[in-house]
T-cell receptor, first 116, second 109 residues
Framework: DTGVSQNPRHKITKRGQNVTFRCDPI?????LYWYRQTLGQGPEFLTYFQNEAQLEKSRLLSDRFSAERPKGSFSTLEIQRTEQGDSAMYLC??????????????FGQGTRLTVV | AQRVTQPEKLLSVFKGAPVELKCNYSYSGSPELFWYVQYSRQRLQLLLR??SRESIKGFTADLNKGETSFHLKKPFAQEEDSAMYYC???????????FGGGTRVLVKP
């Protein structure tokens, strides 16, 4: 599968625990995005990377959230001290910026987080 | 502030009937506009982008800069069109997509 891959697909955790999700983008894509989606809502932007640089973070991203893309390839999203309100589908997407244009964003299947 | 509005949460039509999904946006500059679709148990995927001016699966979308709208239309809906549809402008410098709340389309036989 050469598409965007996310792991794990599902995560159930107890409130207060830390969780980490991984995203493997399409290999030649230099942009990587994280979104969060709750039931009945469209995806909400969290953050994005251009290669290894984190260029923008949403105000939705509290101090408990941190994202990295250390080598400009895969990315991780960590949530510390999880709360029930963090329960959502976390989506990763990637695209290619080149020649002043951005290709369409390709999405992964998401990681569904349930905080109990 | 950047805002995308999809006023219909649910559109239910019969097979063969026309369907139109509304999208209005409030955005600085001239964003590029996309429609994404999510079929049951599948990942979010691109349906069409306005600069390509293509018709995908019979769908077309008209950008009206004066009304800041980008409505999606199909003259004859099919059952396989049942899905969630999201309108999404791409911000300045192509930084990120901002999604509307989505419209669920249900095409009845």
């Amino acid at each position: 599968d050469t598409g965007v891959s996310q792991n794990p697909r599902h995560k159930i955790t107890k409130r207060g625990q830390n969780v980490t999700f991984r995203c493997d983008p399409i290999s030649e894509h230099n942009r990587l995005y994280w979104y969060r989606q709750t039931l009945g809502q469209g995806p909400e932007f969290l953050t994005y990377f251009q290669n290894e640089a984190q260029l923008e973070k949403s105000r939705l991203l509290s101090d408990r959230f941190s994202a990295e893309r250390p080598k400009g390839s895969f990315s991780t999203l960590e949530i510390q001290r999880t709360e029930q309100g963090d329960s959502a589908m976390y989506l990763c997407a990637s695209s290619l910026l080149g020649g002043g244009r951005v290709t369409e964003a390709f999405f992964g299947q998401g990681t569904r987080l349930t905080v109990v | 502030a950047q805002r995308v509005t999809q006023p219909e949460k649910l559109l239910s039509v019969f097979k063969g009937a026309p369907v139109e999904l509304k999208c209005n946006y409030s955005y600085s500059g001239s964003p590029e506009l996309f429609w994404y679709v999510q079929y049951s148990r599948q990942r979010l995927q691109l349906l069409l982008r306005h600069i390509s001016r293509e018709s995908i699966k019979g769908f077309t979308a008209d950008l009206n800069k004066g009304e800041t709208s980008f409505h999606l239309k199909k003259p004859f809906a099919q059952e396989e069109d049942s899905a969630m549809y999201y309108c999404a402008p791409l911000g300045a410098a192509g930084n990120k997509l901002t999604f509307g709340g989505g419209t669920r389309v249900l095409v009845k036989p």
